[in-house]
């Protein structure tokens, strides 16, 4: 077994012969399933695509109007190019902090 990190492998070339014979051979190879890695039932399975879809919609950004002042605007432009992702995330940190919150009403 051979171990590198990621700063070590050079993604420019290509895989050698022997490194191919051996990922043919790792192909061929049986699917052995014990106790840490039983064999997955078609349920199992569909609750893993379940929770992918859940995630995909959590990450499913909605598109708003917001008015903002002039200063407010100018600002958040000087952040440069992706600023309304930033302002997003502002947005979501100053929603979870109840204290501002309530400075702000």
């Known amino acids: 077994m051979v171990k590198m990190t990621l700063h ?5 070339k290509g895989l050698t012969s022997e490194e191919l014979a051996q990922l043919e051979a790792a192909e061929k190879m049986p699917i052995v399933y014990d106790d840490d890695c039983p064999e997955l039932t078609e349920e199992q399975l569909a609750e893993f695509k379940r929770i ?5 919609a959590q990450k499913n950004k909605q598109t708003v109007t917001l008015r903002l002042s002039p200063q407010a605007l100018a600002k958040a432009k000087s952040l440069g190019k992706g600023y309304t992702s930033v302002l997003a ?4 940190l100053g929603l979870s902090d109840n204290e501002l919150i309530k400075k702000c009403l």
């Open 8 to 12: 070590e492998i050079d993604f420019t």
């Open 52 to 56: 992918s879809d859940i995630k995909k």
């Open 89 to 92: 995330r502002i947005l979501e």
